[in-house]
C-alpha cells in the first residue's frame, strides 16, 4: 500500500534552487534568529534524461517533441555519472524530460539515485501518471513529483496542445496524493494564462495539492520563440500580491502548503516592499533574510545536464554548453571558470550593466534572468528585461544607467497607472 502522508515542510536542499514564499511568510509569522548562511554542498541539478515527450507545450525550454533523439546516455552512462555527483555532492536530482516517465529504465535510475541517498525529484507534465505506474512511483518513494499545469481545463489544453491534457494531468496527481507522495504543481505565468490564477490557487487548496510553483517565463527554447507573449510587468506585480496574499490567508488558516517562484528573483525585492507597506515592524528582519538568500542561482547552487550529456548553467542556457559528462566528471566541469560565463554567473553580486547594475538591491536579486538579458541584448550582463520593479523602488533613475534604456521591449514594460 502507498506510504502515510507526510507534514509538509520546507525542503531545504531546495532552498537555494528557488525564492521560498512560505518560508517569509512564516518568518513574518514567527522570526527566527537569522544564524550563518548555509551554503548547499554541491548544486541541485536538473537532468533531462530524455528528450522525448507527447506533448508540444508553447513555452518549452528543450523544445522536445514526440520523436526519438539520437545521442542520449544509455542506462549505464547514467549510473556512472551519477557517482560522479556523487562523489561532487550533489544533494538534489531533479529527472526531467522531455517527459521522463517514457524512459523505459527511469524506475531502476529513480531506484538507483534514492539508494545512493540522493534527494530525489520527478518533474513530469502528469499526463502519463496513471494506474500501470503509480505503484512504480510509489514504490520509488521520490522525495517530490512535480506536474505542470497552464491553467484550468482548455487554457491548459491550449497551451499544452493537447485536448484533455488538464484531466489527465489532474488524473495523474490525484493518483499521487491518494498515496500520499508529495504532489505539487508548475504554473508558468503568461499574458495569455494570467487569467486563471486564481483559480489555480483554489485548485491547489481544494485538491490538498502540497505546493505551488510559479514560474516566470524565462526566453529558452519555444519559450524565446512566444516570448512576445510573457507577462505584462502590471500583470506580474498583481500576480505576485496575489501569491503573497494568499499564502499569507493560508497560514493564518493553518493550511500548509509551500509557495515557491522561479526565474525571476525581482520576487525578493518586491516581497520586500510588501512587508514594508504590510508589516513594517518586520521589514528590516525580511530584507535580512533576503540578503542571505541572495537571488539568482544559476551556475553555483543550480546546474544542468541535458539528454546528451551536456552540462549547462541551468535549464533556460541549453545554448551554452559548458561540456560534456561523457569526456569530463562533471565536479571538473563545473569548477572550470575559463569559461566567462561561468565565471561571471559565480560572482556575487555580479557585474551587471544597465538598470540592474544601477539597483540598490543587486546583493537580494544578483540580476536575476541572465539568459533573458542575453536573448533580448546578445549581452548577458546588461538588465533584465522583466524586473517588474518600478524604478523609484530600486533606487536608481535613468541617469544611473544611461540616457537611454538598453532594453526596449513592448512586451515587458510597465504599465503604470497607479503604484
Keep these: 500500500m502507498g506510504r502515510q502522508a507526510r507534514t509538509i515542510v520546507p525542503t531545504p536542499p531546495e532552498g537555494q534552487a528557488m525564492f521560498r514564499i512560505s518560508s517569509y511568510i512564516r518568518e513574518i509569522a514567527t522570526p527566527t534568529p537569522l544564524g550563518p548562511r548555509r551554503q548547499p554542498p554541491g548544486p541541485v541539478v536538473i537532468w533531462n534524461l530524455i528528450r522525448r515527450c507527447n506533448l508540444t507545450c508553447k513555452h518549452c525550454y528543450s523544445i522536445s517533441t514526440d520523436k526519438d533523439f539520437a545521442g542520449e546516455l544509455d542506462t549505464g552512462g547514467v549510473f556512472r555519472v551519477m557517482d560522479d555527483l556523487k562523489a561532487f555532492r550533489v544533494p538534489v536530482l531533479i529527472l526531467s524530460g522531455g517527459e521522463p516517465l517514457l524512459r523505459a529504465d527511469l524506475f531502476e535510475i529513480a531506484g538507483r539515485a534514492k539508494a545512493m541517498g540522493f534527494y530525489v525529484g520527478l518533474s513530469s507534465n502528469g499526463t502519463l501518471i496513471d494506474e500501470s505506474n503509480i505503484d512504480a512511483i510509489d514504490e520509488i518513494g521520490f522525495d517530490y513529483v512535480g506536474v505542470s499545469l497552464d491553467g484550468i481545463g482548455a487554457t491548459h489544453d491550449h497551451f499544452r496542445r493537447k485536448q484533455g491534457a488538464f484531466e489527465a494531468s489532474m488524473h495523474g496527481i490525484r493518483l499521487c496524493r491518494e498515496r500520499g507522495i508529495k504532489v505539487g504543481v508548475r504554473y508558468t505565468m503568461t499574458e495569455g494564462n494570467a487569467h486563471d490564477l486564481p483559480a489555480l490557487l483554489k485548485l491547489v487548496e481544494d485538491e490538498a495539492i502540497d505546493k505551488f510553483y510559479f514560474s516566470h517565463l524565462n526566453y529558452a527554447g ?131 550593466e544597465g538598470r540592474c547594475g544601477a539597483c540598490k538591491y543587486l546583493e537580494i536579486c544578483n540580476g536575476s534572468s541572465r539568459v533573458r538579458a542575453e536573448q533580448v541584448t546578445g549581452n548577458p550582463w546588461a538588465e533584465d528585461p522583466a524586473c517588474y520593479l518600478y524604478d523609484e523602488e530600486i533606487g536608481v533613475n535613468p541617469a544611473d544607467y544611461g540616457a537611454e534604456r538598453v532594453v526596449t521591449t513592448p512586451w515587458s514594460r510597465i504599465d503604470k497607472v497607479s503604484a
Design 222 to 352: 519555444r519559450g524565446n520563440k512566444n516570448r512576445a507573449g510573457d507577462a505584462r510587468h502590471r500583470t506580474t506585480r498583481e500576480a505576485m500580491e496575489l501569491l503573497f496574499e494568499t499564502c499569507l490567508d493560508l497560514h493564518r488558516r493553518g493550511i500548509d502548503k509551500d509557495f515557491v517562484t522561479g526565474n525571476n528573483d525581482a520576487d525578493g525585492p518586491f516581497l520586500l516592499h510588501w512587508v514594508q507597506r504590510r508589516f513594517p515592524d518586520k521589514a528590516a528582519h525580511i530584507e535580512a533574510r533576503l540578503r542571505q538568500w541572495g537571488g539568482n542561482a544559476s551556475g553555483v547552487n543550480v546546474a544542468n545536464i541535458d539528454n546528451l550529456g551536456i552540462v549547462h548553467p541551468d535549464t533556460m542556457w541549453w545554448h551554452v554548453p559548458l561540456g560534456n559528462v561523457r569526456q569530463r566528471a562533471f565536479g571538473e566541469i563545473w569548477n572550470d571558470l575559463s569559461n566567462p560565463l561561468l565565471a561571471g554567473l559565480k560572482q556575487h553580486p555580479r557585474k551587471l
